[in-house]
C-alpha cells in the first residue's frame, strides 16, 4: 500500500542504557524493510517528537519511552493514529503495571510485593519468605543500573528502598528471586518470528546482572510454552513488538521475569526486522 506514510520516532539515548547502537539498528532496519515496500518513513528523534505540536502521518512507529513521548502517543491514538507499539502498551510494560497485569492474567511470574519506597518492609519480606530478592523502580522504565538492584536479605532490601526514595522514586516492585537458567527471549506478536537464548553465553549485558544467575546449565523446557506465555504477555500487556527475560527452575518451571516494548533484538536483527516491517504493514491494512 504505496504512500501511507510512516512517522517512525527513535528512542532517546537516557532509555538505551549501553544499546544506543543496537535499538538504532533495528528500527532503522526495520524502516528500510517498509520503505522497500512502498510506505514513506520520515524519521524523527524522540526530542523533536515532543517538540513538534503534531505530525502528519497517519502511522506512528516507535521505540519511545519518555513520559511526555507516552501521553503524546497515547492521545494520537485517542485521536485515530495507528501507534505501534501502542502509547498504552509501552506505559504498560513499567514495573507496577506490567506485574499487577501479569500477575492478575495467570501468566507465570516470580512472587511479587509492590510497596511504597518509605514504608518498612522487613517484616512483609520475612513473611512472605523473601531473602534474596530483586527491586525494581516501579514508576517508570529503568535509565540506570541502580533502577534495578539485587539484594541478599530484607535488610539489604530496606537500605536500597531508602535509597530509592531518597532519589525521587517512590514506588517499588520486589520481585523474589529465582534460581535457575536465565533466557532472553525476542518476539513479533502474530508472527512466526520468535528467538531465545542465554545471553551470558553470548556476552549480551545491560547492566551485568546476568551473572546473579549464573552460567546457564541447559536446563530442559518447553520451548512451545515459554512462546505461548510470551504471546499471552504481549497481548495482555498491549504491545506487538517485545522481549524480555525468563527464570527456568532446575525443575523446568519457566517464569517471566522482564517483559520490555521493542527492545534491541541485538543477536537476531537481521531475521527480526522483516517480520517486525510485515507485522505493521499488516496493522496498517487492518486499519486503512
Known amino acids: 500500500m504505496a504512500e501511507i506514510e510512516i512517522a517512525g520516532i527513535m528512542r532517546a539515548g537516557a532509555y538505551s542504557p549501553n544499546h544506543i547502537g543496537n535499538d538504532a539498528a ?20 524522540e526530542d523533536r517528537f515532543n517538540a513538534i505540536d503534531e505530525v502528519s502521518e497517519p502511522v506512528i512507529l516507535n521505540m519511545c519511552r519518555e513520559r511526555a513521548s507516552i501521553e503524546k502517543l497515547q492521545r494520537l491514538e485517542n485521536e485515530g493514529k495507528l501507534v505501534i507499539n501502542s502509547g498504552f502498551g509501552i506505559e504498560n510494560c513499567t514495573r507496577e503495571r506490567m506485574t499487577r497485569i501479569l500477575l492478575g492474567s495467570d501468566i507465570p511470574y516470580p512472587e511479587s510485593l509492590i510497596v511504597n519506597t518509605d514504608e518498612a518492609v522487613i517484616p512483609a519480606l520475612k513473611r512472605a519468605g523473601f531473602q534474596s530478592c530483586w527491586i525494581k523502580r516501579g514508576d517508570f522504565h529503568a535509565m540506570h543500573k541502580e533502577d534495578v538492584s539485587y539484594v541478599r536479605h530484607p535488610e539489604e532490601a530496606q537500605e536500597v528502598l531508602q535509597e530509592y526514595f531518597y532519589r525521587g522514586i517512590k514506588r517499588a516492585v520486589i520481585n523474589k528471586h529465582l534460581v535457575g537458567d536465565l533466557v532472553k527471549f525476542y518476539g513479533v506478536h502474530g508472527s512466526p518470528f520468535f528467538y531465545w537464548f542465554y545471553p551470558l553465553d553470548m556476552g549480551h549485558s545491560k547492566y551485568g546482572y546476568e551473572t546473579i544467575n549464573g552460567k546457564a546449565q541447559g536446563i530442559e523446557f518447553d520451548k512451545d510454552y515459554l512462546k505461548d506465555i510470551c504471546r499471552r504477555a504481549a497481548e495482555e500487556l498491549n504491545v506487538l513488538v517485545y522481549g524480555g527475560d525468563c527464570i527456568v527452575s532446575p525443575e523446568g518451571e519457566i517464569r517471566i521475569i522482564d517483559f520490555n516494548d521493542w527492545p534491541s533484538f541485538a543477536p537476531c536483527r537481521t531475521e527480526a526486522a522483516p517480520h517486525i516491517a510485515k507485522c505493521v504493514i499488516a496493522e496498517i491494512k487492518k486499519k486503512f
Open 26 to 45: 533495528i528500527f532503522n532496519a526495520t524502516a528500510e524493510h517498509l520503505r522497500k515496500r512502498g510506505y514513506i518513513v520520515n524519521i524523527y528523534s
